[in-house]
């Protein structure tokens, strides 16, 4: 329920029939009952902070925070940060902010895989004495035709028996930075005829001489994902490792590299299927190539599935988290409908936005019979149907802006809008009746006269005659002028992401830009993030870009909710 003194607080629903199952929260249980790591519950979610968060990272972030929640437990926020090349601060500084902004908290679990860079280290030379990893000589090419693939098995490399203390004194020299990129790695020594490739052999450390953003130039080692997740996962007291299932196939090396460490007890890797969405792309690779081709105007960009876009476009961080509960996780690999997070970021807006009226296509409306330098106010509702959200005066005089798309000059006879000789209500405001238009030379409306009733103050004839139409108005006078982006889907099909060629199905419309919306005087000078649903015209939010002067609001969402309207035909299955 929405509390009655804020407006503005977030209204969550979380009714249990609403939540999709969730397979790994039954694992959990079933270990927590069992009395595994004591019966204590530790997630993480590990980001590389080479980009920025999307909708799919939400996700797991939902997953991995709620779990530990659920079980009494915590979550850690660790940086997966071992490719230098790719990550930077700045990355690093957008993901904290975009999980904090979703509504999770890591208290003072915030940790960094390089952090561990010494203890993998060391660790590694504990396999190099049990003879369970070597340094390799041959060239990268090399090592990748002798991997094999699904077909044939691989073929050991000539280097794979030199002894322990040749290993370690090549891995040391690897540390000292005394040999190029490419010239030597070290592989874990499991099996090169392996049915699943991932064990034949897998690396563990390659040279790259190349600055680290937090620990500079102190390494030219950098360990490799598989060897450096699980050990993590372990140093930070992890009891469950949830992933996507592109690393099925790496969970034997996770447990391998963990039981010839002997750590006990050891984390488990559970796997769920990734979240995909229909007209969306969701892989960091392609996000970068947006930003960076310019298709969009940075990470932040409103159209971006990234969580900072969200944010700006005003989607409401309750509603994804709302959305993400309700897809529950599975093994499954699907495609959501994005229609469902647009109804429930609708949902959440109908609840918590308040009202407020801006004509985006304005066309002048005259009303004769009212003083030229008279004024009156009217006081609208700020929300239809909850009394909690106030009322605001709307200044009125004799010239106002209406939507162009209100009237017609020759309408057929089911238009319930303003035409010539039909009286219509203007919201919250009193009856006109159209009488008179001026048109250009083009036939096009510039100028609708009508007269108005003045017993029909407030909204509603004394006489009770019905007038079936009431559509929204801006009081010319008091008008502020402001831009209105309008947001649609960045893509016009609905599987960009089995394209071949994505950035040939950006959806043209995708932005449209409209410069001079008039809009009521209580839309100027609001704060950016601040919403408003503009009445019959759709949800809006303020943009950072705005200034007192010149407001500048982003279309969120329109009105039409194509999920609810999917749902009620019994199509959403
Ligand atoms: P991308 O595939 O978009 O490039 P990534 O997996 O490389 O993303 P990471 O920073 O490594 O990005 O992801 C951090 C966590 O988020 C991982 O546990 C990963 O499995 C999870 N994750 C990433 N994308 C999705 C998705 N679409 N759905 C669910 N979880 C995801
Ligand atoms: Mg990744």
Redesign the pocket.
């Known amino acids: 329920m929405t509390d009655p003194t804020r407006p503005d607080a977030p209204t969550e629903t979380p009714s249990p029939e609403e939540e999709g199952p969730n397979f790994v929260a039954d694992l959990v249980a079933a270990d927590v009952a069992a009395g595994k790591h004591g019966g204590k519950v530790v997630t993480r979610?590990?980001?590389?902070p080479?980009?920025y968060l999307?909708i799919?990272?939400a996700?797991?972030i939902v997953l991995d925070f709620e779990i530990a929640k659920r079980f009494g437990g915590r979550c850690n926020l660790r940086f997966?940060d071992t490719n230098p090349e790719a990550e930077s601060v700045e990355f690093v500084e957008a993901i904290r902010r975009d999980v904090r902004w979703l509504g999770y908290d890591w208290g003072e679990h915030e940790y960094f895989a390089s952090d561990y860079f010494e203890r993998l280290y060391e660790w590694a030379k504990v396999l190099i004495r049990k003879g369970l990893a070597y340094v390799d000589s041959q060239t990268p090419e090399q090592i990748r035709l002798n991997r094999g693939d699904y077909h044939r098995p691989g073929t050991n490399s000539p280097f794979r028996d030199r002894s322990v203390e040749e290993n370690l004194a090549l891995f040391e020299k690897m540390r000292a930075g005394e040999m190029a990129e490419g010239e030597a790695v070290l592989r874990a020594k499991i099996d090169m005829a392996h049915p699943n490739v991932v064990m034949r052999d897998p690396l563990m450390y390659r040279i790259r001489h190349v600055p680290h953003h937090r620990t500079g130039n102190r390494w030219c080692i950098y360990p490799m994902y598989d060897w450096a997740h699980g050990q993590s996962d372990a140093i930070e007291g992890v009891t469950h490792s949830?992933?996507?299932l592109e690393f099925e196939d790496h969970r034997p090396l996770y447990d391998w590299f963990l039981e010839a460490l002997e750590i006990d007890p050891r984390p488990r890797q559970i796997e769920f299927a990734?979240?995909?969405l229909t007209y969306t792309v969701?892989?960091?690779?392609r996000l970068l190539q947006l930003v960076q081709g310019g298709h969009v105007d940075g990470w932040d960009d409103p159209r971006m599935p990234t969580l900072s876009g969200m944010r700006r476009r005003g989607f409401p961080p309750e509603a994804i988290r709302r959305f993400c509960r309700r897809i529950g996780v599975s093994k499954r690999e699907g495609v959501v409908d994005v229609t469902l997070l647009e109804h429930m970021v609708r949902d959440h807006l109908e609840h918590t936005a308040p009202r407020a009226m801006a004509v985006l296509d304005p066309l002048k409306v005259v009303i004769d019979n009212y003083p030229e330098d008279a004024e009156e106010s009217f006081e609208a509702p700020n929300h239809p149907t909850d009394p909690s959200f106030g009322t605001r005066t709307l200044p009125f005089c004799r010239e106002l802006w209406i939507d162009r798309k209100d009237f017609m000059l020759d309408p057929p006879r089911k238009y319930h809008r303003l035409a010539p000789g039909r009286e219509v209500r203007l919201r919250y405001a009193c009856l006109v009746t159209c009488t008179d238009v001026e048109c250009d030379a083009d036939g096009r409306p510039t100028v609708v006269h009508c007269t108005f009733d003045p017993a029909s103050r407030g909204g509603t004839a004394p006489d009770g005659r019905k007038v079936r139409g009431t559509i929204h108005w801006v009081s010319a006078r008091h008008a502020v002028r402001g831009e209105c982006r309008l947001y649609d889907r960045l893509f016009d099909v609905e599987n960009p992401q089995g394209e071949d060629d994505f950035l040939a199905h950006l959806n043209p419309a995708s932005r449209v830009v409209v410069e001079n919306a008039m809009l009521e005087p209580s839309l100027a000078g609001l704060e950016p993030g601040t919403r408003r649903q503009f009445e019959r015209t759709g949800y809006f939010v303020v943009d950072p870009d705005s200034t007192p002067e010149r407001p500048v609001w982003n279309r969120t969402i329109a009105l039409k909710d194509t999920w609810a309207k999917m749902v009620a035909r019994g199509a959403t299955g």
Do not use: I, Q, V
């Open positions: 979610f590990p980001p590389e080479n980009g999307h799919g990272h996700k797991a997966d949830l992933c996507t990734r979240l995909n969701l892989s960091k690779r």
